[in-house]
């Protein structure tokens, strides 16, 4: 053995590998180039997007055929897909996956440049692939995209690649034993690399947000351009007055109870629930109704075609299938719009059609019993909806017609964006969500929701206002009832309802004692029927179960 400490000395370097297309560049740099360059081809694609309709967003695109294809055992993740922070969600999430795919197309450019190129061309296809499936994309012009943000990124990728391996070349040249490794900045090869890359990043993420804010906000600027205020005439088309028109709700409409729910729900305060990962934006020139199927002749309306049949107006309360006991993903507001009776009337339902599908322009269905609103014991005024209270609907609640059919779930009737209504039967036809778990028939269930005092609140002793709303549209409600610690039920003060179709407000005076309480609500509809206290969640047909919270009093 020997007692000497021994030395060691780093292994003698390989010769500096020569500058040149068969140099190698290093991992870092190589799936950093491939990011970039698919950051680059991403831009280029919601850049156009953004700038040329017909062309769908790829990120968008993606995002939708997740959700379509969404396996059922996922079902109550894509349930929860529909609020608005959770479609953001997804879109960053498909970015992410992308950038991901573009870094491993990096790596394997290490081996194959020839590859790369066609995993950038392939990624790109994947984007492609998925916009032509919007019914709103126009074939050739996605085409032409496609081509497009294929060339941005085949071109960033073979420019980084080919700084980085200057880059890389650099580095092992100046790699000599003994010395100490420079630092990165003092390669001009590097910092020119890392500049390509940062610079092209940046130009990426800035093309991509104009095209991102371009997308957003057009279907808002169709809509507006699109409708002038009754009499301004500043949009193209104004609406008619209706001939039948609702009074505005009176006093006895509405409790002063601080932090209940306003009886019609603003259109900025409106829950907002469908499968559109961007506003679907409609020309209003060129938008038409077509009714088809087992009619006795097909009928096509255009918008201004459309208005002038007699409107109606009617409050009705509409609600989401996956709103949990207590959720807010239920609002009222005041409809305008022809009935959609007088339009089927026009095509002639014929016997044997028991089913009506309304579709939008994006390709979403719904699906309802024609039963339901021909019924000759209990007919219901469903309205091809074009106002919403007083405004043109708004772009992301469905201009330019919605349908809104009192008594249903919104994932069975109230369809956005409105373009064709087919006239079916129940066994041709499942509309979108009954494959993916949704129950065929959905009648709204009862339900009641306490508002005031918020769950878990602290309150002072003494006399406490317990308020809220309930509905059961569109059997309308006749009573509400609270019950206090499981004590016995006591009746609460009902507001004046607007219609069955609506929710009404309740209200009812406890004297608060010391202590910490459980408060439960429950309403009768109008055929007597109890809420059931019974517990399900959302799926297949709707939450039940009671609104309960508790609160400390001092
Ligand atoms: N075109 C289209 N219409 C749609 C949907 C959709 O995904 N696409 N979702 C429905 C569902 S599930 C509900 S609850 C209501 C919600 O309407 P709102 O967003 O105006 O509140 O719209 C319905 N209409
Ligand atoms: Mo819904």
């Known amino acids: 053995m020997n007692d000497q400490p021994v030395l060691h000395r780093p292994e003698p370097m390989p010769p500096a590998p020569a500058a040149g297309p068969q140099t190698r560049p290093g991992t870092g740099r190589s799936a950093l180039s491939g990011l970039v360059a698919a950051a680059a ?5 919601e850049l156009v997007a953004g700038l040329v ?13 997740a959700i379509d294809f969404a396996p059922p055992g996922s079902k109550e993740v894509v349930v929860g897909l529909f609020g608005t922070a959770d479609k953001a969600a997804l879109m960053v999430l498909v970015t992410l996956v992308v950038l991901a795919a573009g870094a491993a197309i990096g790596l394997a450019a290490r081996r194959s440049v020839t590859l790369a190129g066609w995993l950038v061309v392939a990624l790109v296809a994947v984007g492609g692939l998925a916009s032509l499936r919007d019914p709103t994309a126009a074939g050739p012009l996605v085409v032409v995209a496609a081509a497009l943000q294929a060339g941005v990124g085949l071109q960033a990728l073979l420019v980084l690649l080919a700084s980085a391996r200057r880059a890389t070349t650099a580095s092992a040249a100046e790699a000599v034993p003994g010395v100490p490794a420079a630092t990165p900045e003092a390669s001009p090869a590097r910092r020119a690399f890392l500049l390509r890359a940062g610079g092209l990043g940046l130009l990426a993420i800035a093309g991509g947000a104009i095209g991102r804010t371009l997308l957003g906000g057009r279907a808002a600027a169709e809509a507006a351009a699109s409708i002038g205020g009754s009499g301004n005439g500043s949009g193209a088309l104004t609406i008619p007055q209706a001939v039948d028109p609702v009074p505005s709700p009176g006093p006895d409409a509405s409790f002063s109870v601080p932090g209940i729910t306003p009886v019609v729900t603003p259109n900025g305060q409106f829950y907002r629930i469908d499968t559109a990962l961007i506003t679907p934006s409609v020309d209003i020139a060129s938008w038409t109704l077509r009714v088809y199927g087992m009619v006795d002749r097909e009928v096509t309306l255009t918008f201004e075609q459309l208005v002038q049949l007699p409107l109606i107006e009617r409050y009705v309360t509409i609600a989401c299938v996956s709103n949990e006991v207590g959720g807010n993903l239920v609002g009222n507001a005041k409809w305008t719009g022809p009935r959609l009776a007088d339009v089927l009337a026009m095509a002639g339902v014929q016997p044997g059609a028991t089913q009506i599908v309304p579709r939008s322009v994006d390709g979403w269905t719904a699906g309802f019993p024609t039963s339901w609103i021909t019924d000759p014991a209990h007919p219901r005024d469903a309205i091809i909806a074009v106002e919403m209270n007083d405004a043109p609907l708004p772009a992301e609640h469905g201009f330019p017609a919605r349908l809104i059919v009192p008594g249903l779930y919104g994932y069975v009737s109230a369809t956005k964006w409105l373009t064709e209504i087919q006239l ?11 494959p993916r778990g949704w129950a065929k028939e959905a009648p ?10 918020q769950d878990g609140a602290s309150l002072a002793a003494g006399p406490v206002a317990v308020a809220g709303v309930a509905w059961a549209p569109d059997r309308g409600i ?9 004590g016995p039920w006591q009746e609460a003060t009902l507001a004046t309802e607007l219609s069955p179709a609506t929710w009404v407000q309740w209200k009812l005076a406890w004297q608060a004692a010391p202590g910490r309480h459980v408060i439960e609500v429950r309403a009768t509809d109008g ?3 109890v809420q ?13 179960g009671l609104d309960t919270i508790s609160v400390s009093v001092a």
């Not at 709204?444 to 005092?453: A, E, F, K, M, N």
């Not at 006749?478 to 499981?486: L, N, P």
Request: aromatic share 4%; glycine share 8%.
């Open 41 to 45: 081809a991403l831009a280029a694609g």
């Open 53 to 65: 309709p017909g062309i769908p967003s790829p990120i968008a695109a993606v995002g939708s055929a």
């Open 424 to 434: 079916t039967t129940l066994e041709a036809v499942d509309a979108y969500w009954v």
């Open 444 to 453: 709204i269930l009862t339900q009641s929701r306490i508002d005031v005092p």
């Open 478 to 486: 006749s009573k509400v009832e609270v019950s206090i610690d499981q």
């Open 527 to 529: 055929t007597g029927a």
């Open 532 to 544: 059931t206290s019974r517990v399900t969640p959302p799926a297949p047909d709707g939450a039940r």
